[in-house]
């Protein structure tokens, strides 16, 4: 038999190593491809096309959400790294007058005992930029905007100082019973989600993202929730909409609770 004949179709053997190794190709990428995506709970596809891109290392895309007309107005504060540099001690003096009608939601001390946001040791670029967009309308809420809506530049300046001022809940987890997430460790970079410490402090501060450590768990699944469906949308260049709409549910619960906790002998001291 010459070489010609033993690579044709006519030679049983070949046809059947053909026939074979066509066969393994189709199951492994149906497996690959459909199966093993599919298998995973974690991740939701829009379609088959969405997973066969994901197998293939495509960056997923968040998935769809209906995000609300954009008419209303967003955040017109810039922020830069001299924004509020020098608190002076009478401007936190000034400030601590001031946050005298704020403590009956945000505590004496700036740790809230109502699910209202801690404030006590939050970056002041932070409280700066929140009342200003409360002011301007580019963030609402019922309860809180009432509150910004008269005060002056000085006035937010001033709070801003002497709530950073007040020393802050500590970044204390008690570990093992409440291990690390991933999501914020790692964050899930096929999602384009950030490790939240590279933003939010315990690795880098990325000026105006909040500090989170001790914030209640009830507010900070509230707003990230907002983020999530476009209710809160005060966030520059969307960074933390975009996010919010890539976790899970499952991550915005773990994220809050982990965020929340706290050491219990600080639970007691603030109760
Ligand atoms: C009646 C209760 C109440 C009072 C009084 C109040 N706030 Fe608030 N504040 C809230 C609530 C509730 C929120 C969270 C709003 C939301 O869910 O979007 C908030 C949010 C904030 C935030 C945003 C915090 C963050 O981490 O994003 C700042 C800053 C703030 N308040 C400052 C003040 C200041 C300063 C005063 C006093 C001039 C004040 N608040 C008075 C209830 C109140
Ligand atoms: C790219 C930087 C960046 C990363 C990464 C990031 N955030 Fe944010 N986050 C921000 C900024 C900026 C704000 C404030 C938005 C604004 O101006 O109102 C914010 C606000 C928030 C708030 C609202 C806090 C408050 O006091 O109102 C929560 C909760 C939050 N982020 C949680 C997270 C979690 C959880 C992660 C990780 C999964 C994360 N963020 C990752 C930048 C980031």
């Known amino acids: ?32 491809f459909l199966v093993l995506p599919f298998a995973q709970p974690w991740v939701q596809f829009a379609n088959v096309w969405d997973a066969i891109c994901s197998a293939a290392g495509v960056p997923q895309r968040a998935p769809k ?48 005992r109502a699910d209202s946001p801690n404030l006590a040791g939050q970056y002041a670029a932070v409280i700066y ?7 301007s309308g580019a963030r609402t809420n019922a309860v809180m905007s009432p509150f910004a809506v008269n005060l002056t530049d000085q006035e937010i300046a001033d709070l801003s100082h002497y709530y950073a001022y007040l020393p802050r809940l500590p970044a204390y987890h008690p570990t093992p019973q ?7 460790i790692y964050g899930a970079p096929m999602r384009g989600i950030a490790p939240c410490g590279s ?35 005060n966030d520059i260049s969307q960074q933390m909409r975009n996010i919010a709409r ?12 982990y965020y929340a906790s706290q050491p219990p002998d600080v639970v007691k001291a603030v109760d």
């Open 1 to 32: 038999m010459s070489t010609s004949e033993l690579f044709t179709f006519r030679n049983r053997h070949f046809s059947l190593a053909v026939g074979i190794t066509a066969a393994i190709l189709i199951v492994t990428a149906i497996a690959g």
């Open 65 to 112: 959400v209906t995000v609300p007309e954009q008419s209303t107005r967003l955040s017109e504060v810039v922020l830069t790294s001299s924004t509020l540099a020098r608190p002076s001690q009478e401007g936190i003096g000034r400030g601590a007058t001031l946050a005298q009608r704020c403590a009956i939601c945000h505590g004496p001390t700036g740790v809230s």
């Open 129 to 135: 930029k929140q009342l200003l967009d409360f002011r």
């Open 178 to 184: 409440l291990p690390k997430p991933s999501i914020v």
């Open 199 to 233: 933003c939010h402090g315990s690795l880098d501060n990325k000026i105006g993202s909040p500090w989170l450590e001790g914030q209640s768990e009830a507010y900070m699944k509230a707003q990230l929730q907002a983020f999530a469906s476009g209710e809160r949308r």
């Open 246 to 257: 890539a976790m899970t549910p499952q991550e915005i619960d773990q994220a809050a609770s």
